[in-house]
């Protein structure tokens, strides 16, 4: 098969638009877009080097955002993603692995499925916004941000992610309807309802939230796919540390031999020092947890919810992020849960080459206890390049 006709294709297409966005950039136009291409080169081994498998991706992102009037806007935003290499081959259906579309509508398209060569399209925004000073309208496909930590939010009912999927910085978005009103003293109510064909997967709450002695706080209400929800959050500091929390209780609807309650906290403290220096502790409890957690599926290994942001019961994050120059960082981070002394070592490397150009280097490597050893599981390595527009 030849796979070139399928980039080149694809490339001259997105060189097309960017043409026709540049030519026009100098007139008034009720159209707007932005993006990004990259590419990245992934090697994962195990133990050895020496045995490895790759996996390559191009990945395309374009924001399309439009002007309709002076508070009516909307937006189209389309993911590409192009995968080849040998761990696509010795990975089992993963065309339909990627191409799981959980929305109202079905707006991923599988463009190539073959052994080897994957090529997907995704549509994760579609929506038209409606913005005044006291309303603001969305309908359509969009994120709602409820969470406030860096890393676990049990308070993100409608587009949980998983944090190992480090190339989805946009992160999921829901087929909804979302209204907020803003109340005086940075006081505002929202309400939210995510569609789904599947009744138990629809999800409806509101958020509160306002401010008292220099901290943020919400509470929030609903009803969550087979459960009932109640929980909360706030945002403020100790002295100089950030502090940070959210919780989510969950209530089964009915009673039966697969439900059970769940209560989901996260707490988080970070703080910025004078030398450039950034640093972060997050911890996550989940009370009914599945321990569920198979290594060699890479950033694909498990399914992600509000009530589910980690398999194990305690769940620590660790990072410390140190800026060297304007254009160039170092971050290392780990998680950690005491169940088989699981241990995910993830170091990265930001530097921005030039405007507009970004190269980024990272790696997952994975420890835990196996048949009455301390062994390394799987090490995922990460170049990735990133040209935005």
Known sequence: MNYTKYIFTLFLSFSSILINAQTNDSKPSWVELQGYIKYIQNTTFVQKIDSNASTNLIHNRLNFKFNIAPKFSGRL???????????????????????????????????????SFVAQSTVDRMLLQYSDEKWEVIIGRQRINWGINNVWNPNDLFNAFNLLEFDYEERPGSDAVRIQHNLQHNTSFELAYKASKNSEEQIAAVLYKWNRKKYDFQLLSGIYQTDFVVGGGWAGSIKEAGFKGEMSYFIPKQNSLDSSENFCLSLMVDQTYKNDWYLALTMLYNSNHTNDFMIGKGIYNFNVSAKMLFPFEYNFHFMALKTISP??????????SPVKNTLILIPSFAWNVATNFDLDFMAQSFFADQANSYKNLETNIFIRSRWSF
């Open 327 to 336: 254009i160039s960082s170092f971050n290392f981070s780990f998680i950690y």
């Open 77 to 115: 935003e389309v993911r590409n993603r192009i995968f080849y290499g040998e761990q696509i081959e010795q990975t089992p259906n993963f065309g339909g692995l990627i191409n799981q579309d959980n929305g109202f509508f079905d707006l991923s398209h599988l463009w190539v499925n073959e052994k």
